[in-house]
């Protein structure tokens, strides 16, 4: 059977179709929600309360989806998002990722949290678009490696992920008792860096545990605040965008600080429990400050109508994660690619069927609330 063939046509089903091929232990970690999940359930509950309006016109031959973002050429308003641990769904991981991608010249982001070094996925992704996700550890040191391997590696844009400074309570991870890190994995750019290697006795596929100790040691970072943000700024040059923003109020301060973009995410609920719908947090922080700099969305995204319904909510692009995920588990390369190009497939259908040329001409007008 071919790998599009494995892969649903309708993306909704892709969970279901993952999990007859994921390991348990793997799967409870792609899902996990913090506490009982509620917010993962909110992102999903939120698109349902959005319905496209029809226009009744010519439908256009044709739908231009191209678009930039902070200087990034892309052929559609869709990134792969961050992922950590992607062997977890395929061998190749992070490196079979990266290649979809760049097939589709999409803009993969890269989390610090790879299976596979900042370097090797730069390498895997050619001559792709990649943007570095940072989760800012307590060591500065080790944050200025990032920083510079990253840029050296032809990362361009910077996105700092704010809502893991601590992390969540995930109850399917705690019943099994399972962490992905405490057998070293998804820690590859921490273990191929000279600053974490250089506090170490011994290299760490000699003593993997004293590095799985001093990675639980910087990785969580529940001081970290807006003042330490001039440390970003003297060793990155490129665009800095904020992934975690919930409110219009953050935003602006965004804006004070001179951030170039902001992600309005929840981190797929995965890590706080109670928290509000991305999706309804987004309207309120276009308002606030739409036009001051780039705002995309993630969190919930699992279908070319759930892109269609955050662009034409505001959002310049939107970033999707579990579902390449998926299709990363069910055919490899091939698979994230197949998924990622019928969700962008979807989400031209969507935008001609609304009567519209381009998804930059959708707004708020093109949808309808329902109760």
């Given at each position: 059977?071919s790998?599009?063939?494995?892969i649903?046509?309708?993306l909704?089903k892709?969970e279901a179709?993952?999990?007859r091929?994921?390991r348990p232990?793997a ?5 996990a929600?913090?506490g ?5 359930r909110a992102n999903?509950?939120?698109?349902g309360?959005w319905?496209?309006?029809r ?8 739908v231009?989806l191209?678009t930039?973002v902070l200087?990034t050429?892309m052929?559609?308003?869709?990134l ?6 992607q ?7 992070d490196l079979?990722?990266a290649r979809?991608?760049t097939?589709l010249?999409?803009?993969y982001?890269?989390?610090?949290q790879?299976?596979?070094?900042m370097?090797?996925v730069?390498a895997?992704s ?16 080790l ?8 840029k ?12 893991t ?8 991870d ?12 998804g820690?590859?750019n921490?273990?191929?860096d ?5 506090k170490?006795?011994?290299?760490p596929?000699?003593a ?6 001093q990675?639980?040691g910087?990785f969580?970072?529940?001081?970290l605040?807006?003042d330490q943000l001039?440390l ?5 040059d ?8 919930q409110?219009a109020?953050?935003a602006?301060m ?6 170039d973009g902001?992600?309005v995410s929840n981190?797929?609920g995965?890590?706080v429990d109670g928290a509000?719908?991305s ?5 309120p ?5 739409g ?5 995309l969305f993630?969190s919930g995204?699992?279908?070319?109508q759930?892109a269609f319904t955050a662009l034409?909510?505001?959002?310049d692009?939107?970033?999707?994660g579990?579902p390449?995920?998926?299709g990363?588990?069910l055919?490899?390369r091939?698979?994230?690619r ?6 962008v497939?979807e989400?031209?259908l969507?935008?001609?069927r609304?009567g ?6 959708l ?9």
């Amino acid at each position: 059977m071919s790998t599009t063939a494995t892969i649903p046509k309708d993306l909704s089903k892709l969970e279901a179709q993952a999990a007859r091929r994921l390991r348990p232990e793997a799967l409870a970690y792609i899902l996990a929600g913090a506490g009982d999940a509620s917010t993962t359930r909110a992102n999903a509950a939120a698109f349902g309360r959005w319905r496209t309006k029809r226009r009744r016109t010519r439908k256009p031959r044709r739908v231009d989806l191209t678009t930039t973002v902070l200087g990034t050429r892309m052929p559609a308003p869709v990134l792969f998002a961050p992922v950590g641990v992607q062997t977890l769904a395929h061998p190749e991981g992070d490196l079979a990722t990266a290649r979809a991608a760049t097939d589709l010249g999409l803009t993969y982001v890269h989390s610090t949290q790879g299976a596979f070094s900042m370097e090797d996925v730069a390498a895997a992704s050619g001559k792709g678009a990649r943007w570095y996700q940072l989760y800012w550890p307590s060591d500065d040191a080790l944050a200025v490696s990032f920083l510079r391997r990253a840029k050296a590696a032809g990362y361009t844009h910077l996105v700092i992920t704010l809502d893991t400074t601590l992390l969540g309570w995930r109850p399917l991870d705690l019943d099994r008792g399972y962490s992905p890190f405490l057998e070293n994995k998804g820690i590859a750019n921490y273990t191929s860096d000279p600053v974490f290697r250089g506090k170490l006795l011994a290299p760490p596929d000699v003593a993997p545990l004293p590095a799985g100790i001093q990675f639980a040691g910087v990785f969580q970072n529940p001081g970290l605040s807006w003042d330490q943000l001039p440390l970003i700024r003297a060793n990155w040059d490129g665009p800095i965008l904020l992934k975690g923003i919930q409110s219009a109020a953050d935003a602006r301060m965004a804006v004070d600080q001179r951030i170039d973009g902001i992600v309005v995410s929840n981190h797929g609920g995965r890590q706080v429990d109670g928290a509000i719908a991305s999706l309804d947090a987004l309207r309120p922080i276009v308002k606030a400050v739409g036009g001051d700099l780039a705002i995309l969305f993630d969190s919930g995204i699992r279908t070319g109508q759930h892109a269609f319904t955050a662009l034409a909510l505001g959002a310049d692009a939107v970033l999707v994660g579990r579902p390449y995920l998926y299709g990363l588990a069910l055919g490899g390369r091939a698979g994230a690619r197949t998924v990622m190009q019928r969700l962008v497939d979807e989400l031209a259908l969507e935008v001609r069927r609304a009567g519209h040329r381009s998804a930059a001409s959708l707004t708020r007008s093109s949808l309808v609330r329902v109760p």
